[in-house]
């Protein structure tokens, strides 16, 4: 008994010690952190606005992909919307931003933050990957599947099929929100 | 003194991690598709194993054989944490490069293996020397298989940005003739098979000898 007590006691010093460790780190770097994922956010939202006037964020709850919504106007109309996303790939959780055209067209994605394998899901990041669905969601479906892709771009996903269905069902899930919100005003 | 240069030298090629020992070949065959990405991984390597085995070693009368696994995990883990919050905040193109092997770092076989065979029974001293020794090995594996992988399969070689230079190095005749097999998950293999093969020719002819 007061050998398991003594083990304990060991085993509670060092992880004690291990977490004042971990604190003391995570005060120093998470400022930077905080700043540096605003300002990568604030770059990602100006380079899917399509040169549109960026409007007030308003967070989106209980939506299976969708987390918030923003407006983009051009001379004071509405000209469509960025909506940030969030979906699950291989490796976890992954957010993106997209921007959409009034009528649920998709014009602009990127991969803000996710935890895909180097050289395969990773390629998502990857400025082009998200070329495939510019232009779809309203006349044309989103490319949802491998099959509805052409031989270069199945190819160019293929390995990494969950990470495509992962960011193909969140541009998808984005385009049928930005459609209910009922088109141009 | 010449006990100490073994303790240095032996990771380095008698007893190199990656192709002697077959350690940690799971960010070897990952990560070494871009030789930035394999000096990144060398340093986290090299910071994690070289304070595991200070502490592990400093700690080695205190911590009891029976509880030693769960105590050597909560260090490891921990200076993992530290690593990648410290290049999350200071190196974010390493961090984003390095994705999901950064933290697997903690069950890399390297680091649990040094502080059980080495750092659990040798002075601190000694310790630092293993450490230093053997992520000099991991370094000089990962990056070898890197940079004949980026070479062969895609013409270039990947170092960091600095200023104006972008740090990516394109080599003439490689980045139009690339052997692509290389560059994909089984040029990993195919590279690590060969580079195995040569260092147990190596280590028998010196047997025979």
Same mark, same amino acid.
């Given at each position: 008994? /007061?050998?398991?007590?003594?083990?304990?006691?060991?085993?509670?010093?060092?992880?004690?010690?291990? %977490?004042?460790?971990?604190?003391?780190?995570?005060?120093?770097?998470?400022?930077?952190?905080?700043?540096?994922?605003?300002?990568?956010?604030?770059?990602?939202?100006?380079?899917?606005?399509?040169?549109?006037?960026?409007?007030?964020?308003?967070?989106?709850?209980?939506?299976?992909?969708?987390?918030?919504?923003?407006?983009?106007?051009?001379?004071?109309? /509405?000209?469509?919307?960025?909506? *940030?996303?969030?979906?699950?790939?291989?490796?976890? @959780?992954? /957010?993106?931003?997209?921007?959409?055209?009034?009528?649920?067209?998709?014009?602009?994605?990127?991969?803000?933050?996710?935890?895909?394998?180097?050289?395969?899901?990773?390629?998502?990041? @990857?400025?082009?990957?998200?070329?495939?669905?510019? *232009?779809?969601?309203?006349?044309?479906?989103?490319?949802?599947?491998?099959?509805?892709?052409?031989?270069? @771009?199945?190819?160019?996903? =293929? *390995?990494?099929?969950?990470?495509?269905?992962?960011?193909?069902? %969140?541009?998808?899930?984005?385009?049928?929100?930005?459609? =209910?919100?009922?088109?141009?005003? | 003194?010449? &006990?100490?240069?073994?303790?240095?030298?032996?990771?380095?090629?008698?007893?190199?991690?990656?192709?002697?020992?077959?350690?940690?070949?799971?960010?070897?065959?990952?990560?070494?598709?871009?030789?930035?990405?394999?000096?990144?991984?060398?340093?986290?390597?090299?910071?994690? +194993?070289?304070?595991?085995?200070?502490?592990?070693? &400093?700690?080695?009368?205190?911590?009891?054989?029976?509880?030693?696994?769960?105590?050597?995990?909560?260090?490891?883990?921990? +200076?993992?944490?530290?690593?990648?919050?410290?290049?999350?905040?200071?190196?974010?193109?390493?961090?984003?490069?390095?994705?999901?092997?950064?933290? +697997?770092?903690?069950? $890399?076989?390297?680091?649990?293996?040094?502080?059980?065979?080495? &750092?659990?029974? $040798?002075?601190?001293?000694?310790?630092?020397?293993?450490?230093?020794?053997?992520?000099?090995?991991?370094? !000089?594996?990962?990056?070898?298989?890197?940079?004949?992988?980026?070479?062969?399969?895609?013409?270039?070689?990947? !170092?960091?940005?600095?200023?104006?230079?972008?740090?990516?190095?394109?080599?003439?005749?490689?980045?139009?003739?690339?052997?692509?097999?290389?560059? +994909?998950?089984?040029? &990993? !293999?195919?590279?690590?098979?060969?580079?195995?093969?040569?260092?147990?020719?190596?280590?028998?002819?010196?047997?025979?000898?």
């Amino acid at each position: 008994m /007061t050998k398991n007590i003594k083990y304990a006691l060991i085993l509670l010093s060092i992880c004690a010690v291990c %977490a004042f460790a971990l604190a003391l780190t995570n005060s120093i770097t998470e400022p930077v952190i905080i700043k540096m994922d605003a300002e990568k956010r604030l770059n990602a939202l100006k380079a899917v606005s399509g040169g549109y006037t960026i409007g007030e964020q308003k967070e989106v709850s209980g939506h299976a992909y969708v987390t918030y919504a923003i407006e983009l106007s051009d001379n004071s109309k /509405t000209a469509g919307y960025i909506v *940030g996303l969030k979906s699950a790939g291989y490796g976890g @959780e992954m /957010t993106l931003v997209a921007s959409y055209t009034t009528q649920g067209e998709m014009l602009f994605a990127q991969l803000l933050t996710h935890t895909e394998t180097p050289g395969l899901g990773k390629k998502a990041e @990857e400025a082009g990957y998200m070329d495939k669905f510019k *232009g779809t969601g309203a006349a044309k479906p989103v490319p949802t599947n491998k099959t509805m892709l052409g031989d270069s @771009e199945a190819q160019a996903v =293929s *390995g990494s099929s969950v990470t495509f269905t992962a960011v193909a069902k %969140a541009i998808n899930g984005g385009s049928e929100y930005v459609k =209910s919100l009922g088109g141009a005003k | 003194m010449k &006990a100490n240069m073994k303790e240095l030298t032996k990771g380095i090629f008698k007893e190199n991690p990656v192709f002697v020992i077959v350690l940690g070949l799971c960010p070897v065959l990952g990560v070494s598709s871009q030789v930035s990405n394999a000096i990144g991984m060398s340093a986290g390597v090299m910071f994690v +194993l070289l304070f595991s085995n200070i502490i592990i070693s &400093a700690l080695r009368k205190i911590i009891p054989s029976s509880i030693h696994i769960p105590a050597y995990i909560v260090v490891i883990a921990s +200076l993992v944490t530290i690593t990648e919050m410290v290049m999350h905040a200071f190196v974010p193109a390493v961090y984003s490069a390095l994705g999901v092997y950064l933290p +697997l770092i903690v069950v $890399n076989c390297i680091i649990l293996g040094r502080a059980e065979a080495f &750092a659990s029974k $040798n002075t601190v001293f000694d310790s630092i020397l293993d450490a230093i020794g053997m992520s000099i090995g991991f370094a !000089l594996g990962i990056t070898l298989i890197a940079l004949i992988r980026e070479l062969f399969g895609s013409g270039t070689i990947t !170092l960091f940005p600095v200023g104006t230079f972008s740090g990516v190095i394109n080599i003439p005749w490689f980045i139009d003739n690339p052997i692509r097999v290389l560059a +994909l998950a089984p040029g &990993a !293999l195919l590279i690590m098979g060969f580079l195995k093969a040569f260092f147990d020719w190596n280590t028998l002819r010196k047997k025979d000898r």
